[in-house]
């Protein structure tokens, strides 16, 4: 069994819709309160020594939601990148994003460019925010910087590799997901980190993200430390190893 802490911990934060439906609150109330367990989650995997931690925050099909959705999104973004910010410089937090930035609204992006550039150095954990993101985007990106070194004459296609592919992602750098979390008990990838999470371990609560607090995250990391990760080895492998 694994008593190590994941290295890097993925989470696709669903609920705060139904959330708020079943308090008869509007969604973005929903979304508000969600922000609350964004800031009780970094505090405490910055606290337990995780290296990366990468949520799920918007996506490319995020878009298609009603216009007043987006906006309070946004909005709630926005504040939660200035009221935050001391905080995570604090705690040595270097914060990325990954995902078709330009898309934001520049309200939001300028506030988060600095952030990122401001933060840049520091060396606590790596919180990566995943906004506007859509993970088959990301690897057609991928494959057009490859093609376009082909093209040029500057690779040679039978050097391209699994860490070519990586090294392309907008996770570049950062270790493979350990550990995907998923609220709200939906069993689906939904278009999120489909190469990293390759042999990544994924635990499913039916707790709506909103209600996701430290305890929650206990039993997360307490079911990823009972597992045995094979990577394509038979348990007597691992037994000898």
């Keep these: 069994m694994s008593s190590t802490l994941p290295r890097h911990v993925a989470i696709i934060m669903d609920g705060n819709g139904r959330w708020a439906q079943a308090r008869g609150l509007p969604r973005a109330k929903g979304h508000e309160a969600g922000a609350e367990s964004v800031r009780a989650v970094v505090r405490e995997c910055r606290k337990r020594g995780v290296e990366a931690l990468t949520l799920y925050s918007f996506s490319t099909e995020n878009w298609k939601r009603p216009p007043e959705e987006i906006s309070a999104l946004m909005t709630l973004l926005k504040q939660y990148v200035l009221q935050e910010r001391a905080e995570l410089m604090e705690q040595g937090i270097r914060v990325r994003v990954i995902g078709q930035i330009s898309r934001l609204p520049l309200f939001v992006r300028k506030p988060l460019g600095v952030l990122c550039r401001d ?3 520091n060396r606590g954990m790596v919180l990566n925010l995943a906004l506007s993101y859509g993970s088959r985007a990301e690897m057609v990106h991928a494959v057009r910087q490859i093609g376009q070194e082909i093209a040029e004459g500057r690779r040679d296609p039978s050097t391209i590799s ?3 592919i990586s090294n392309r992602l907008y996770t570049a750098g950062l270790p493979d997901p350990d550990l995907l979390i998923r609220t709200s008990g939906e069993l689906r990838l939904s278009n999120f980190l489909l190469w990293q999470l ?5 635990y499913v609560t039916e707790t709506h993200w909103p209600d996701f607090r430290e305890d929650c995250l206990d039993e997360a990391f307490a079911a990823f430390s009972g597992r ?4 394509g080895k038979t348990d007597a492998q691992l037994t000898e190893d």
């Design 119 to 121: 933060s840049e150095r």
């Design 162 to 164: 699994e860490e070519t």
């Design 198 to 202: 390759a042999y990544t371990e994924m």
């Design 228 to 231: 045995r990760r094979r990577f």
